[in-house]
């Protein structure tokens, strides 16, 4: 297979950064190379000792002056939401017996799954996000569009059809027996297929029996390489109605773990208000807080503290999300320039730094995947995204003053969105540019 060499500006990162003066926490080279080859990154480093490695006959790219990096990762978003987001309601209850579970209740049928599979990856190609992590509805329809779009694009993505037998609509109910058969069958038919990673998805304890709770602990028993996803502590109106559903259980944290849900491969959604109980449990099973900014925002629910768990004698893993269609935007960028004004009103400091790593290597690890994305390193998928600081006319102007590899950081997450996104590769091949 013929390769691909691409020329720019290079950064990664190598592990988490402890301040803006931790130049060891990641990887930029000035005027680097990628050569990829077969959807994996072959070599990367300096242009000129790179391009002497590759063949004749590679094709090259010249993406100077932008910045290339890994795609971004997106840690939780629900499919069946795009015609949800900037729906008007007072709070996550509201909002989901309003709007969310009606338009779910559409994804019966497989021709409006499939179409929105269709917006809902071009969406996330345009924004540079190469992989995610999505909720589908109860129909299994919807995770079969959600896993075949996946397939054609060749993107490295996770998802899971949604187990519920509570507290919604007749046409978003399953059963615990359905449940787990579908989701079976969902795994049978789809994971390691391509790209593609089922995921255990009972949507939270409000929605689930306890006899579909065991259900799920019974796929997690069965499959235990499968990653779980789920709601917690979102709300504090979810939270009361969680206890009065579940009064054995010490907390909603304790909930999961009677069922057997809570691991180091367990993806909590929101998590803005647990306590010191609930965080030392995640922290002990290396469950993974997922922090959805633009929609705690949106619903009013809280402010995460993303530093303060991060550094507690017993930290929590964490993991940065837009939550669509809770979530206002798809772009990572959007949503990291949130998550910066959240630790602002919380009297703390979220550094650029600190931000790419999250949308990168840090969600890739949160997902236990650090060993095939969010990196530059050869041998890595070759999922990646090529950033344009001078996007707009509003970001040339401030670029004239930027004099700093973090200032220009600060300035995309600040300013960008899409339209910063000059580029999207997905296991090496350009897909922006087909849009």
């Known amino acids: ?180 058969d579908e989701t079976r069958a969902v795994i049978a038919e789809w994971h390691g297929k391509g790209r593609n990673h089922v995921a255990i998805t009972p949507r939270f304890a409000i929605t689930s029996t306890p006899e579909q709770m065991q259900a799920a602990g019974t796929l997690a028993r069965e499959f235990p390489d499968l990653h779980i996803q789920t709601h917690l502590s979102e709300n504090h109106d979810e939270i009361r109605f969680t206890g009065e559903l579940y009064p054995e259980a010490i907390d909603y944290t304790d909930i999961y773990a009677r069922y057997g849900l809570l691991g180091d491969k367990t993806l909590f959604g929101h998590c803005i208000h647990l306590s010191e109980r609930e965080a030392n449990a995640m922290s002990e099973a290396g469950a993974i807080a997922v922090h959805c900014p633009t929609s705690n925002l949106f619903l009013g629910s809280g402010l995460f503290p993303l530093n303060a768990l991060a550094r507690r004698d017993k930290p929590v893993r964490i993991g940065v999300a837009t939550d669509i269609g809770g979530g206002s935007s798809y772009s990572m960028l959007r949503t990291m320039d949130e998550a910066y004004k959240i630790q602002q009103l919380l009297g703390e400091r979220l550094n650029p730094l600190e931000s790419y790593y999250h949308m990168t290597l840090g969600n890739a690890e949160a997902l236990s995947l650090a060993d095939r994305i969010g990196t530059l390193a050869p041998g890595s998928d070759a999922d990646l995204v090529v950033l344009d600081a001078a996007a707009t006319p509003a970001m040339a102007l401030k670029l004239e003053v930027v004099h700093s590899l973090v200032e220009e950081l600060f300035l995309l997450q600040t300013m960008g969105d899409d339209r910063a996104i000059a580029e999207t590769y997905v296991a090496g091949v350009a897909m922006k540019k087909s849009l």
């Open 1 to 180: 297979m013929t390769s691909t060499l691409l020329r720019g500006r290079l950064l990664s990162f190598t592990r988490a950064p402890h301040d803006l003066t931790d130049t060891g926490s990641y990887v930029y080279e000035s005027d680097g190379g990628l050569l990829l080859a077969d959807g994996l990154i072959v070599a990367s480093g300096p242009y000129a000792e790179i391009k002497a490695q590759a063949a004749a006959d590679v094709v090259e790219f010249d993406h100077r002056p932008h910045l290339i990096m890994p795609g971004f990762i997106d840690t939780h978003l629900h499919f069946p939401q795009m015609q949800v987001i900037a729906s008007y309601a007072a709070n996550l209850l509201e909002w989901l017996n309003t709007y969310t579970f009606p338009e779910e209740c559409r994804f019966v049928e497989s021709a409006h799954a499939a179409r929105i599979a269709t917006h809902f990856y071009d969406e996330l190609i345009r924004h540079g996000t190469t992989t995610a992590v999505a909720y589908c509805s109860v129909h299994k329809t919807s995770a079969d569009a959600f896993f075949a779009e996946a397939l054609r694009r060749n993107m490295r993505m996770v998802g899971g059809k949604v187990m519920m037998d509570r507290n919604a609509p007749q046409g978003l109910l399953d059963t615990a027996q359905l449940g787990y």
